[in-house]
């Protein structure tokens, strides 16, 4: 258990609607990163947070926005949700920088019908 | 431009064979990071190792090692004795302090451990 929580595990929904997933990172982590796996993607770094702040900005569409809160959970806003936005995504965190060891959480996969 | 290369799509060896998967890399940068990952069949993620471009000292964990040698733009990783639970895809991914911490992955190489 590497304490990097996500929720929900699953989720299913139709194209063009919106879906929030929610990441709590390890307990005094201060950075939380969201990634997207794909089939044909592969794995993409989405957006990283730093204690409230975008830190670095990866292959995020517009469609999708994310936020982290002051208690240091995250979320990631998908919006007009698309097939192709099918994917595992991943919330990792670590103490302060990517520089550091990233702790992952289980992901939320996502399927769009 | 910043890319990761992992040329090998799919390796398998049988079990307590020795391993190296490869990883090539692209980078303007002089100070950069390089990372592995594990992805085992059950899907989580698993850091691995980050080394910085100026250490450029091999890194052994146990059976893991890894090679980094700038003058080829290469960080590979070797399984020693690889086990059935070595079996699943590894990530190379590369981050350039110029780009703000932003990480780049390669495709990924799945490896097969055969009992």
């Known amino acids: 258990d590497s304490g990097v929580t996500q929720t929900p595990k699953h989720l299913i929904t139709a194209t063009g609607q919106r879906v929030t997933l929610r990441c709590s990172p390890r307990?005094?982590?201060?950075?939380v990163y969201w990634y997207q796996q794909s089939l044909d993607q592969g794995l993409q770094f989405l957006i990283q947070y730093y204690n409230g702040e975008e830190r670095a900005k990866g292959n995020i569409l517009e469609r999708f926005s994310a936020q982290q809160f002051p208690d240091l959970h995250s979320e990631l806003n998908l919006s007009s949700l698309e097939l192709g936005d099918s994917a595992l995504y991943f919330c990792a965190s670590s103490p302060r920088g990517v520089r550091e060891t990233q702790y992952f959480g289980p992901g939320t996969r996502l399927l769009v019908l | 431009a910043q890319k990761v290369t992992q040329a090998q799509t799919e390796i398998s060896v049988v079990e307590k064979e020795d391993v190296t998967l490869d990883c090539v890399y692209e980078t303007r940068d002089t100070t950069y990071y390089l990372f592995w990952y594990k992805q085992p069949p059950s899907g989580e993620l698993v850091f691995l190792i980050r080394r910085n471009s100026f250490d450029e000292q091999n890194e052994i964990s146990g059976r893991y090692s890894w090679n980094f040698q700038k003058s080829t733009s290469s960080f590979n990783f070797t399984i020693t004795a690889s086990q059935v639970v070595d079996s699943a895809v590894y990530f190379c991914?590369?981050?350039?302090?110029?780009?703000?911490?932003?990480?780049?992955f390669g495709k990924g190489t799945r490896l097969h451990i055969l009992p």
């Open positions: 991914a590369l981050s350039e302090t110029s780009r703000d911490d932003k990480i780049i």
């Open positions: 307990s005094g982590d201060l950075s």
